[in-house]
């Protein structure tokens, strides 16, 4: 296992990620705290030359578009779950794969480690289908859509007028409860659906509870 004056880069790819974040002109980066970054960038064994190394060790999180995107980091007050602690609180192992962000309406990125198909992608569980998507992208490159993409037309199918009221003052371990959900007919129209507020934990569960209820059933 890696020490922790190991995993620190000569060259860090924190400087250029900065910048990114700065051009991008929709993003927050969340103010880490040192001790939880050492022990977030020791738990993960990456070094801070990798975008994930520097998500991780540089900041507490990101908020993508006015917070509907979260990328997870070392943890902070307004996105308390962390790289390193979020895969345990679900009790998925990180050799399944590792979950660096979501969507306030149930989304999920993970960079895959072997759980997820034969790829290192990043892999998307969409909550309207409740599938696991490989986007095709590393890391890196979904961190750079995340910041640069076309979110807008990404989620065009998940979103209601007036979404950035109901999601800039959500907590970071709060997600959007969509009913009837997005994975059935008559939760298409999200202009008319129920909405309220519930832990993230609670929604991921409840998502996966159903996803084994249809694999069992043969759907």
């Known amino acids: 296992m890696a020490t922790y004056p190991e995993l620190q880069s000569d060259d860090p790819a924190w400087p250029g990620l900065e910048a990114a974040i700065r051009a991008s002109g929709r993003a927050t980066v969340l103010p880490r705290e040192p ?22 060790h540089e900041t507490g999180g990101i908020l993508v578009d006015r917070g509907w995107l979260r990328l997870l980091g070392s943890g902070s007050a307004r996105l308390p779950r962390a790289l390193a602690t979020w895969n345990d609180e679900l009790a998925i192992p990180l050799t399944h794969f590792l979950l660096v962000g979501d969507d306030v309406v149930g989304g999920s990125f993970s960079i895959n480690s072997g759980g997820l198909g034969r790829t290192r992608h990043v892999f998307y569980f969409a909550p309207d289908s409740l599938a696991w998507e490989d986007t095709g992208l590393g890391h890196s490159e979904f961190v750079h859509w995340a910041l640069t993409g076309d979110l807008e037309t990404f ?3 998940m979103r209601w007028p007036g979404w950035p009221t109901e999601v800039e003052p959500l907590a970071g371990d709060q997600a959007i409860s969509l009913q009837p959900p997005p994975w059935t007919v008559e939760g298409r129209d999200k202009s008319a659906v129920s909405r309220r507020r519930v832990p993230a934990r609670e929604l991921w569960l409840m998502q996966q509870e159903i996803r084994a209820q249809l694999d069992a059933a043969g759907h």
């Open 35 to 56: 001790g939880s970054a050492r022990a977030c960038l020791e738990r993960l064994q990456v070094s801070t030359r990798s975008t994930l190394g520097a998500i991780a």
């Open 155 to 157: 989620y065009a199918t």
